[in-house]
């Protein structure tokens, strides 16, 4: 059913039981696993006045090695897999890669806010589920 399974990640604890899933899906599926790991963009608007002009270098090389790291310390055994990293707008970047693989679904954590911040801000996994191309599955984190 499932060819292509894209898993956005933030790296934290709230992404890793979607990663579970996402994984046993692939397998299950037989299909590729696309781990996607977004850095906000810097370079725009009053921010990039107050940031140093080499730290998106250091950024995109601490995120290459966090990436690295997490996919280490995962069982990766049956799975194909690619990992890949942009820079943007979370939620556009994400459906952005999605429609560019063809991906079947998405595999993301919802992380818990209050409901006043979904109003005011509205949540990546909402704003992914709104413009995604394909399905989109989102988990709540497990809470301890």
């Keep these: ?12 604890p709230f992404s890793e039981s979607a990663f579970g899933t996402a994984a046993e899906l692939a397998r ?10 977004v850095l ?41 897999y690619e990992v890949a990293l942009r820079t943007g707008i979370i939620y556009e970047q994400i459906v952005d890669y999605a429609q560019q693989l063809g991906a079947d679904l998405i595999v993301l954590a919802g992380h818990n806010r209050s409901t006043l911040g979904r109003f005011v801000l509205g949540s990546n996994a909402e704003r992914v589920v709104r413009h995604a191309h394909c399905a989109v599955m989102v988990l709540r984190p497990v809470t301890l």
Excluded at 28 to 37: E, M, P
Excluded at 55 to 73: F, T, V
């Design 28 to 37: 299950s599926h037989g299909a590729s696993l696309h781990i996607l790991y």
């Design 40 to 80: 906000p963009d810097l370079g725009y608007g009053m921010v990039s006045q107050y940031v140093p002009e080499d730290i998106a270098e250091k950024i995109e090389r601490d995120a290459r090695a966090q990436l690295h790291a997490y996919i280490a310390a995962h069982d990766m055994r049956g799975l194909t």
């Design 1 to 12: 059913m499932f060819k292509k399974i894209v898993f956005p990640t933030d790296i934290t």
